[in-house]
């Protein structure tokens, strides 16, 4: 079996979703369900015995020793973290412990556990690392897109705290062998997407006849990925992937953030037209620029491509269809995030920005 850490998450409940359904190996799910974390994203895996949750903290040891001991796992994946930019912006300390003390602490438990095991065993076990492509900090227009030897240059708390957690992976396979493997991926989109995020947030605004907040010009590039293809690239990388190494993952779909805006006002407009048969683009609104934003990221996924044999299989306007039409099909599971907690987030966030 293998151990998923964040699997109540966006990335990582798409992940143990899939995996339930391409693989006989049964999954543990260790997630501390911060507001990210829902576990109606994992309903559909009620009364299914390959799925076990348990909510708890990357952070402790105790209870992540005892896993290990108890399901010997050959391989942990570690989806948890602290996600979005504008939250590590406003308070950057949750950031800084589970990002980076708490991926300590998962490696320190890791490293405990698979030094008593065999020698056939040592050399099986995996700790593959999710992280992200904001590690590199921002491309300038024309330059070449990251590949994994581009230097670090990390411009927000969050992106800092996963560069930190980054280096710290990459130590333990250093210094104390650790088969470890790393995955740095750009932005994904798709089912179970948090609507404090650009595309979601977009979706549910336009639903909903509120404003579509465009930080800035609206000219930042991001390389959008839909979330099957990452967590195909994550199993692939699983299996394939050389012990040490660092794998980039993308979709090759640079867009601007206001191409993106358009496109879900478009599919709306078709899927679900405003009474009024005016377009949803007239909803937008430019309101003031994220602090320290980065203008571009871009991912050569040429390594993973040649090495792995791994490709995308949605380009961004099948994925980007299919995404919408989830909310439109889940606008209960929409509903349910919308907590009081979520409604004080957006005030906090979008407040003085128009
Ligand atoms: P998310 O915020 O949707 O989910 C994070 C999950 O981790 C939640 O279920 C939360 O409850 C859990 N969690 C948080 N702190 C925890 C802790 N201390 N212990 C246990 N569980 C904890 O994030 P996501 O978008 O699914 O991202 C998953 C991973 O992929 C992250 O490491 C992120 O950096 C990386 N990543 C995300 C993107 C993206 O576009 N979303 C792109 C590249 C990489
Ligand atoms: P986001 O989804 O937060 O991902 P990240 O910052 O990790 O790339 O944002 C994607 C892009 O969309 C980013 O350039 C910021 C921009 N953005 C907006 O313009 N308005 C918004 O309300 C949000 C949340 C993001």
Known sequence: MILVTGGAGFIGANFVLDWLTQ??????????????????????????TRHTFIRGNIGDVNLVASLLNKYEPRAVINFAAESHVD????????????????????????????????????????????????????????????????????????????????????????????????????????????????IPLMIVNALAGKPLPVYGDGQQIRDWLYVKDHCSA???????????????????????????????????????????????????????????HDRRYAIDASKIEHELGWKPAETFETGIRKT????LDNQSWVSNVQSGAYRAWVEKNYQGRV
Do not use: M
């Not at 507001?35 to 009620?46: D, E, H, K, T, V």
């Not at 979709?251 to 037209?273: S, T, W």
């Not at 919408?324 to 909310?327: A, E, F, K, M, T």
């Open 324 to 327: 919408v039409q989830w909310y």
């Open 234 to 292: 994550i199993r692939r990388v699983l299996e394939a992937g050389r012990v040490g190494e660092v794998y980039n993952i993308g979709g090759c779909n640079e867009k601007p953030n206001i191409e993106i805006v358009h496109a879900v006002c478009a599919l709306l407009d078709e899927l679900c037209p405003r009474p009024d048969g005016r377009s949803y683009r007239g909803q937008i609104a430019h309101v003031a620029d994220r602090s320290g």
């Open 87 to 198: 939250r590590s912006i406003h308070g950057p300390e949750d950031f800084i412990q589970t990002n980076i003390v708490g991926t300590f602490r998962l490696l320190e438990a890791v490293r405990a556990y698979w030094s008593g095991l065999s020698n056939e065993a040592r050399q099986g076990l995996r700790f593959l690392h999710v992280s992200t492509d904001e590690v590199y900090g921002s491309l300038a227009k024309g330059e070449p897109a990251f590949s994994e030897t581009r230097r670090y240059e990390p411009n927000s708390p969050y992106s800092a705290s996963k560069a930190a957690s980054d280096h710290l992976v990459r130590a333990y396979h250093h210094t104390y062998g650790l088969p470890v493997l790393t995955t740095n991926c750009s932005n994904n989109y798709g089912p179970y997407h948090f609507p404090e995020k650009l």
């Open 23 to 48: 693989s006989d190996e049964a999954i543990i799910n260790l997630d501390a369900l911060t507001y990210a974390g829902n576990l109606q994203n994992l309903a559909s895996l009620q009364g299914n």
